[in-house]
């Protein structure tokens, strides 16, 4: 297994946020995560990649504990993280947002005396191309439309070159061609990476789970199952309806 | 980016243009200055007060003093038959400025006299610029002594014509017989100073050491629970006063405290040797009632002299729409502001000159009919001999002349107490000498 | 940065300043005190480049590089005294000798060598960024806190050199040298000397910062003034980089203040007050932050302003800066260099980006 | 006898202003009778010989008295007072130290003297001096007020009132002014003189203020316990020495053990009551300290209320907050002129209760202007907010010096100067507990306003989503010109209240701007708790260090330790929590 959780729990104020007994992904797995609002998704993956510190638990990637190191030390060990709401560096341009991102050497030296390689160059290239950016190479990135945002910042996670990656909600805000693509492009990536997605569009979901999807509900794991045992589960839809969530009456 | 630099150009010329024109005035100013020194009907001093900032609030009654003694000079028909000129900057209570603008006053200006600064460290900051470019400054303010510059006419006290004379005066039977001195001040030079003096010489008294207690504060404090509420204990048991350098604003929050807390004059009265005429007028003097000054002058001093000089300062300060107009005051720094400028004008008239160092020279044992009476040069140095005073603040923020020393005090800018080797003489030696 | 310099403009720059002025001078239609005023500006400028990288450029807001800037000004003052007290034949400066101190305090006794104050001036204030920073970027503080928390450290390193038992002259700061290598500080050459070797730091700091901003290490800066989670998400250190920019920062404000001492004569503690700490950030806001050009030319511009305001408007120079600041901030949100960059482009009518607003 | 009378007199006296506390004479007479018994015959002999003699100096100062009132010729009445001053007869004392301190008026031909200081309109309150010494009335019974000008001065000349020296210290002993005196008691100290114990004990007989007293008191028991012929007497005046508890009495009673002991058991015992007696006023000064720790803090939470509000709100860091807080004390100057000079209402009170709702305005007022002009376009943009308010710090602080030049003295209100004598050692000045109490309402206003109003609601949601409010319908301009016109009215407030501890001047608001950001910072941007805890904590925090430090290190040593504290709490005390907290 890639990553193992044990007992993890967190609670902001006294709430409890996630309390998640077990979850395991294998390597190059594409697992899917749903569940309603505030049942603690973008929580997990923020303890994941280090920037919510839980109460307790245990989170073991490629066999060594990631629990309480910090960002930069799991991003090394090769954990990529997308957010929810696109987080880019409006103040540069494409091109170097993807620099920043690729897989090199990152201290302050190696910075500072940094030359571009032509076969760096070509890979970033062949990113942006995958995610049609070639043509806002050198635009600001603060000046992209909401889904070409989100789809640089897929892209500085593709270029990290990450074992893992955690992608918050990539779908949200685009077109359905745009989804569709977008699917596609994670299935792919699936092949040479374990991808944990948490997403609400049941269409995109149906899109990509080809294997597991988890249910969290109220910080807790609901169940875990194959796209269409969860479509089916009374218990999932009792929990959608309950709060009615007009997502999962389309199914 | 390139044409944003080319739209920086014009900006960069206009600057360019602005800085020659303005050198330029100056240097053709100057020229013309220099060719005509003889011929034309003027001569330039520069008045280096801060007119913004913290200390403008005392420099610019200064200024005014000045002004108005150039005024009164230039109206009986100048110096050496010119009138007086004055170049008026602002050094903005800002001290790297005040070098800036003495090196402007004295090399684009080329002004004969320089009356200016009120803080020590503005003195200090512009000494070395009038050192290298031989100029005079006349400055008006008591200081801490132990200075002896060539280029400097201190017509403010030393600090045995206000200290030393204050101290005596509480410790004797008519000043209360006070055995124990609490030594307060602000943190810097002046106190620091101050407040070693005094300790030598109340030690030298044979106060003990445990009955003087110094104490500082950082500059703008305003909250003085803790200190009063020692100063109480020290006051407790026996006869205490406080020797207080507190300057500025921090005085209301230190005499209110000192009220609230159950002191007064009567029991522990203070000292104040900041504390003047002008800076009275901004404070609720309610609670400094009873409470010593020591001064070379005050505005309640009945000379005819100084009546007058009162009168037309009020009248010059109305005439001229300044803030305050005729309720303004005098106090020791505008008395000797206005001096410092009527000394000038009388050496120049005595030397025949105005070149600094023959006016240096006149100013030797020259004596002057000031507001607070005839004053007279040191022989030796560049201080001024004269009275001393002890004031008790009145409601009206005015003082009550309760001591008065006799006949003027000597200047001594090395105190005998605590440097007893050295002495400042310009006339038999090469400024500070060691004594044997 | 989109388009290249051209070099012609730097040329301008450089021959204004290198070769017009000394021109000037030389023939007379200067004084040398027009030399040295300008030889300060170029001082603050060189700090003001510092700033530019740490705020402009990495969005952090630092408000003690006064404070670095006096390190290095009073370093190469206390060296100044001690070499005149020294040629006076004296062991301890004359304030100490009024204060009664008896031996020179161990922390002057290094500065008796121009090699070790020289050493000492960039050290220290290395040293001292390095700590503080490490304690501030370790714990995360950033933004207000962070500007904050520095002005507050400046207030209490000022009030601590206020005082006299820190033996570094209270109030009255440093001041009175007379020579600076064996050369003599009034004379005038000396003087265009310290004003050519002011420009040559100046553009020697300008490229090196242009260097720094332009490498990859410059755009890491960028990216943790633009998102500072993302960038470490995309493992880089940011503690490290925040260090070392304010390492440097605070290197480039100890070398302006090495060089505006034997120029200015004095050193005080209020080069360092709450109002010397802000107006040092206002001239880089001034001149467009995220732009070094900006902030040469917003230091030049403000203290030029100063020295004329003071003598020609006593009275509202206050009002003439004031309004600046505000309207700067307020509708020039890139300063000076923003807003000529704008009317460029409007001109050229090329698509206008309007300057981001909330609300 | 009468002199014995009086003096039995003068114990009582004593004995009913302080609270329980046996004097030592009568302990003396009730345990040890027979000591007093056999003393008798001999007081009663010394005194039928006073007794004769005081009532001849009697007549004589009556005579004394009218020639230097209306001498016939100027040698008289140097003669006249030198005899007054040389017989030491207290009835005389008042009508001496009037001489003395040039204060010597006639009214209708009677002597009299004045207030030390006058009233409001310039008038004085009127003293008779001889034979006795009472305050003058008008027809209804209240006291009577004349200007100078209504009085006719005596002039005594200089070398006559020279003659008064020596006996100088005694007359202040009858002063009008309580001060002086203090001062003339704690002079007599170490007096063994009969004659002027004499004197002393009349003095407190109509003594009437209690500082006063217990410095006289302090005095007479100590002479007579020097004077103390064993040791249970001495005892006996230790205690009431201690009892008595005058600010000298440690000192005194260590003096004593030290040197003039009456036997070693005395000493020690005096030696221990020492003890005690300071380490009571080691309790009372640690109270005092906490007074001052809990004013300093209610100060700066005063000052910093308004600032967290706006910054927690607007995000916008108000560096001219420090300016709203000078603009309401020149409100407060203002107000003053506006009671005195134009409405014609005569020094009272009454201009500072009506200067706290209007310095609340006008600087409120100040602020909606600023919010208008430049605030509104740097909402959510702190570190641009920072230097456009700096600009605008300079341009009022010019503006204030321009206006009103240096001339800004706001008078203290007569309720709140002075303090509140808790226990003997322990003054609690009015104007800090007006702060405290002002702070106290100021805190619970706004609590109300945050969470118990609509507004507060809506305040509180704009404060966490701007945008979201929005939507809602909540007209967020308007929200936020309320909220800043409540937070600079808040800072005007505290500057209307900082008169009366501090002075106004044009910069004064750049004395607090620092602290009062570090109180915020440290309490949690935004957090009404926050800023509380914060405030007090640097107030108890530098009030504690400036007890070990000189006041300039507790300065830093507070900067230092806050940014420690930072280290584990970088948010300050009271952080957001969860998601929201982040970026």
Avoid at chain 1, 157 to 164: A, G, H, I, N, R
Avoid at chain 4, 391 to 414: E, H, N
Avoid at chain 4, 434 to 460: C, D, E, K, P, W
């Amino acid at each position: 297994m890639l990553l193992n959780v044990n007992n993890l729990s967190v609670s902001f104020g006294g709430v409890h946020a996630l309390n998640l007994d077990h979850f395991s992904l294998r390597d190059k797995e594409l697992r899917v995560i749903i569940g309603p609002n505030g049942a603690g998704k973008s929580t997990f993956l923020d303890i994941i990649c280090g920037k919510t510190k839980a109460d307790k638990g245990e989170i073991t990637f490629n066999g060594k504990p990631i629990l309480g190191k910090t960002e930069v030390k799991i991003a090394e060990a090769g954990i990529g993280r997308k957010f929810q709401k696109p987080s880019v560096f409006p103040g540069l341009t494409v091109y170097d947002n993807l620099l920043l991102a690729a897989k090199m050497k990152k201290d302050i030296f190696s910075s500072l005396f940094f030359k571009a390689t032509p076969a760096l160059a070509e890979r970033i290239h062949a990113v942006a191309t995958k995610l049609s950016l070639t043509t806002a190479m050198y635009k600001m990135a603060g000046d992209l439309s909401h889904g070409q945002k989100q789809w640089l910042e897929i892209a500085i996670v593709v270029l990290q070159d990450p074992t893992l990656m955690l992608i918050d909600e990539p779908a949200a805000g685009m077109s359905d061609e745009e989804t569709e693509k977008t699917g596609a492009l994670l299935l792919e990536l699936s092949k040479a990476h374990s991808i944990i997605v948490i997403e609400h569009d049941m269409k995109f979901v149906e899109q990509i789970a080809n294997e597991l999807v988890t249910v969290l509900v109220r910080g807790k794991r609901l169940m875990e199952g194959t796209f269409a045992e969860v479509k089916n589960d009374q218990r999932v839809i009792d929990c959608y309806l309950g709060r009615t969530n007009a997502q999962l009456e389309t199914l | 980016m390139r044409n944003a630099f080319l739209k920086h150009l014009p900006i960069l010329l206009l600057g360019a243009s602005a800085l020659f024109s303005s050198c330029n005035n100056s240097s053709a100013k100057k020229a013309g200055a220099s060719d005509s020194a003889t011929t034309k009907e003027t001569v330039k001093i520069g008045v280096l007060h801060s007119l913004s900032g913290t200390m403008a609030i005392s420099e610019v009654s200064l200024r005014d003093a000045v002004q108005m003694a150039v005024d009164e000079i230039n109206a009986k028909g100048g110096v050496l038959g010119k009138q007086i000129e004055p170049v008026i900057v602002d050094p903005a209570s800002d001290w790297d400025l005040f070098a800036e603008k003495a090196k402007e006053l004295l090399i684009d200006k080329k002004v004969s006299a320089v009356f200016g600064c009120w803080t020590s460290v503005s003195r200090k900051s512009v000494l070395p610029v009038f050192e290298q470019n031989n100029g005079l400054l006349f400055y008006p303010v008591q200081y801490e002594g132990e200075e002896c510059s060539n280029s400097v006419i201190y017509t403010g006290a030393t600090p045995n014509q206000q200290l030393i004379p204050a101290a005596e005066y509480l410790m004797s039977e008519k000043g209360g017989g006070y055995k124990k001195f609490y030594l307060l001040g602000t943190d810097y030079v002046f106190p620091r100073t101050a407040n070693k003096i005094l300790k030598a010489y109340l030690l030298s008294k044979g106060i003990p050491k445990e009955n003087i207690i110094e104490e500082y504060t950082p500059f703008h404090h305003q909250d003085y629970q803790t200190i009063i509420s020692k100063v109480k204990r020290f006051a407790a048991d026996g006869k205490a006063c406080i020797l207080s350098t507190i300057n500025g604003d921090s005085n209301v929050p230190f005499y209110k405290e000192f009220a609230n807390q159950g002191l007064s004059s009567a029991t522990c009265p203070i000292m104040a040797f900041s504390v003047a005429e002008d800076e009275l007028r901004s404070m609720d003097t309610e609670f400094l009632v009873g409470h010593l000054a020591a001064w070379n002058y005050f505005q309640s001093n009945d000379l005819p002299e100084n009546k007058k000089f009162v009168a037309d300062f009020k009248a010059f300060c109305a005439k001229k729409g300044l803030p305050g107009g005729d309720k303004r005051v005098t106090d020791d720094p505008i008395c000797w502001a206005y001096t410092g400028v009527y000394l000038w004008a009388k050496a120049a008239e005595k030397a025949g000159s105005f070149e600094v160092s023959k006016v240096r020279n006149a100013l030797y044992s020259l004596d002057f009919t000031s507001p607070d009476g005839l004053v007279k040069m040191d022989p030796r140095n560049h201080h001024l001999a004269k009275p001393v005073v002890i004031g008790e603040i009145k409601p009206d923020g005015q003082f009550d002349i309760i001591w008065k020393s006799e006949g003027l005090v000597d200047p001594q800018p090395w105190s005998p107490l605590t440097s007893p080797d050295k002495d400042c003489d310009w006339v038999n030696h090469n400024g500070t000498y060691a004594k044997k | 940065m989109r388009t290249k310099t051209n070099p012609l403009y730097y040329i301008l720059f450089i021959a204004f300043f290198a070769i017009l002025l000394p021109a000037g001078y030389l023939s007379g239609f200067l004084s040398v005190n027009t030399i040295s005023v300008w030889g300060r500006y170029f001082c603050f400028a060189i700090a003001a480049l510092g700033i530019d990288l740490i705020w402009g450029y990495t969005g952090i807001l630092s408000m003690c590089q006064a404070f670095f800037f006096c390190l290095g000004s009073y370093g190469i003052a206390m060296h100044l005294l001690l070499k005149k007290t020294v040629a006076a034949g004296a062991v301890l400066p004359d304030f100490m000798a009024w204060n009664k101190i008896e031996t020179l305090p161990f922390f002057w006794q290094p500065f008796h060598s121009f090699g070790w104050s020289l050493v000492l001036c960039l050290l220290i204030p290395a040293l001292f960024a390095f700590v503080v920073g490490f304690v501030l970027f370790r714990s995360r503080i950033k933004g207000v806190y962070m500007a904050i928390i520095t002005q507050a450290l400046t207030l209490a390193m000022w009030l601590i050199f206020l005082r006299n038992e820190t033996n570094l002259g209270g109030t009255n700061g440093l001041t009175d040298f007379n020579t600076i290598l064996g050369y003599n500080l009034s004379s005038s050459s000396v003087k265009l000397g310290l004003y050519m070797i002011s420009f040559a730091v100046l553009c020697a700091a300008y490229f090196a910062c242009y260097y720094i901003t332009h490498s990859k290490f410059g755009k890491v800066l960028q990216a943790i003034r633009d998102s500072e989670s993302r960038i470490s998400y995309a493992a880089y250190k940011v503690v490290d980089y925040k260090l070392a920019v304010f390492v440097v920062a605070a290197l480039l404000a100890a070398v302006g203040g090495m060089l505006y001492l034997p120029q200015t004569g004095i050193i005080t503690p209020g080069r360092m007050d709450v109002k010397a700490s802000v107006e040092m950030v206002m001239w880089v806001a001034l001149g467009g932050r995220g732009n070094l050009k900006g902030a040469v030319l917003g230091a030049l511009l403000v203290n030029f302003l100063y020295s004329i305001c003071t003598s020609l408007f006593p009275d509202s120079w206050l009002f003439i800066l004031g309004f600046l600041f505000v309207i700067t901030v307020l509708y020039f949100d890139k300063g000076f260099m923003g807003l000529v960059e704008s009317i460029r482009q409007r001109l050229a009518n090329t698509r206008f980006k309007t300057p981001q607003t909330t609300l | 006898m009468k002199i014995s009378l009086s003096f039995q007199q003068v114990g009582s006296g004593t004995n009913g202003k302080q609270t329980g506390i046996p004097p030592a004479r009568e302990l003396l007479q009730n345990r040890y009778t027979h000591a007093a018994k056999a003393m008798a015959g001999l007081l009663l002999l010394c005194t039928l010989l006073l007794l004769q003699q005081v009532a001849a100096a009697q007549d004589s100062a009556t005579i004394y008295t009218t020639q230097v009132l209306s001498p016939s010729h100027d040698s008289v009445r140097t003669q006249a007072i030198g005899r007054l001053a040389a017989l030491r007869i207290p009835a005389t004392f008042p009508l001496l130290m009037a001489i003395n301190d040039k204060k010597l008026y006639l009214l209708d031909h009677k002597a009299v003297t004045i207030d030390a200081k006058p009233t409001g309109e310039g008038t004085y309150r009127l003293y008779t001096l001889y034979p006795d010494n009472k305050l003058l009335t008008n027809s209804s019974g209240q006291p009577l007020l004349l200007p100078l000008s209504a009085l006719q001065t005596v002039d005594i000349p200089r070398g006559d009132r020279l003659q008064l020296a020596d006996i100088a210290p005694l007359l202040n002993l009858f002063s009008n002014d309580a001060q002086k005196r203090i001062l003339a008691y704690s002079q007599l100290k170490n007096t063994g003189d009969t004659a002027t114990l004499r004197i002393l004990q009349a003095a407190l007989a109509k003594e009437s203020n209690a500082d006063a007293l217990r410095t006289g008191k302090d005095v007479l028991y100590a002479a007579r316990l020097y004077s103390a012929g064993n040791a249970t007497n001495a005892k006996a005046y230790i205690d009431s020495i201690g009892d008595n508890w005058s600010d000298n009495a440690p000192v005194l009673l260590r003096n004593y053990a030290k040197n003039n002991a009456f036997d070693k058991e005395v000493a020690s015992y005096a030696a221990a009551k020492a003890v005690s007696l300071e380490k009571r006023y080691d309790q009372l000064q640690r109270v005092q300290n906490f007074f001052s720790g809990l004013s300093l803090g209610s100060i700066l939470i005063l000052i910093a209320l308004g600032l967290s509000i706006v910054y927690g709100l607007a995000g916008i860091i108000n560096m001219a907050h420090g300016e709203f807080l000078m603009i309401g004390a020149y409100t407060t100057y203002c107000t003053q002129l506006l009671f005195t000079n134009v409405l014609g209402i005569p020094q009272t009170d009454l201009f500072f209760l009506a200067a706290l709702p209007i310095s609340f305005v006008v600087a409120g007022a100040m602020g909606l202007v600023l919010e208008r002009l430049v605030i509104r376009h740097l909402y959510a943009k702190p570190l641009e907010s920072l230097l456009a308010t700096w600009g605008v710090s300079l341009i009022l602080i010019q503006t204030a010096r321009l206006l009103f030049g240096d001339l800004t003295a706001v008078k203290t209100p007569q309720l709140l100067s002075g303090g509140w004598q808790v226990s003997p050692h322990l003054t609690l000045p009015y104007n800090r507990i007006f702060i405290i109490v002002l702070t106290l309402l100021m805190v619970l206003f706004t609590y109300l306003m945050l969470y118990r109003s609509r507004l507060g609601l809506q305040i509180r949601a704009v404060t966490q989503n701007r945008q979201m409010s929005a939507c809602l319908g909540i007209e967020t301009r308007r929200v936020a010109a309320i909220t800043f016109f409540i937070g600079s009215g808040l800072a005007g407030l505290a500057g209307c209240a900082i008169t009366l501890i501090g002075n106004v001047v044009p910069d004064m608001g750049q004395t607090y701007i620092v602290d009062s950001f570090l109180v915020v910072v440290t309490g949690g941007v935004g957090k009404l708790a926050g800023t509380i805890f914060s405030g007090l904590g640097i107030g108890f925090f530098t009030k504690i260090s400036e007890s070990f430090f000189q006041a300039v290190y507790g300065k830093v040593f507070i900067l230092v330790f806050i940014m420690l504290f930072m280290q584990y709490k970088p948010k300050g005390l009271f952080p957001d929590k969860g998601r929201i907290a982040e970026d």
